[in-house]
């Protein structure tokens, strides 16, 4: 079996290729039960078939379809049990409706759980990356406002240019006191993100997960 799924996965990677070409050979001996299990246990679609029957119209081929879907139905049920939904989820995968109605009612609450456990952490890393940004941006202004004090008592430095600096350095100065305003609320966005994921990952413990 591992030897079919070896061989099945090899053919999908050519199908998918863009440019991807099959021999005779390949649309004449590939199993097909084999490669319509690969793409059941990923969660594909039937429009896959469709992707091998062009790929070996060239050559004159019909791929086995009765093989190729028998052998999906058996990987779908590999794919669509509740790990791998929370695993779909989690990842940020989008479910493509595959699995029949004696799995699918199980598979989605876990998908549900997984699909909100990576929006929990989208946000969170939203938040860290948002701080971050804002406290880069703080570093540069006070940089900028500690080469504008250089200038500013500087003896080649004219009145006119001093006037000029001591408005730039209010310009960066108000500027600085605004994202630190933002910085505080972004803290506690981060904060209330975090405790989010914690309750929520608790509760995927307590669940199992």
């Not at 600096?165 to 600085?176: P, V």
């Not at 630190?180 to 307590?206: C, G, H, P």
Request: with cysteine; hydrophobic share 40%; proline share 1%.
């Amino acid at each position: 079996m591992k030897a079919r799924r070896l061989i099945a996965l090899i053919l999908i990677g050519l199908i998918v290729s863009s440019c991807a070409v099959m021999s005779e050979e390949e649309c004449i001996y590939s199993d097909w039960n084999a490669v319509g299990y690969e793409d059941g246990a990923e969660g594909r679609s039937s429009d896959r078939f469709g992707d091998y029957r062009r790929a070996c119209a060239d050559h004159s081929i019909t791929p086995d379809f009765q093989a190729w879907q028998n052998g999906r139905e058996q990987g779908l049920v590999e794919y669509c049990q509740p790990s791998r939904g929370f695993q779909v989820g989690q990842s940020g995968s989008t479910y493509s409706g595959v699995c029949n109605s004696n799995l699918e009612a199980d598979f989605l609450d876990a998908y549900r759980l997984g699909i909100e456990l990576y929006s929990l952490r989208s946000n969170l890393n939203a938040a860290m990356s948002q701080l971050n940004s804002n406290e880069r941006t703080l570093q540069r202004i006070d940089e900028d406002i500690n080469e504008i004090e250089v200038l500013i008592i500087s003896d080649g430095t004219t009145a006119l240019e001093r006037v000029r600096l001591l408005a730039e350095m209010k310009d960066l100065s108000e500027l600085s006191g605004e994202l630190k305003l933002e910085a505080e609320l972004l803290i506690e966005a981060r904060t209330i993100a975090e405790l989010e994921l914690t309750d929520f990952e608790m509760s995927l413990v307590q669940a199992g997960f």
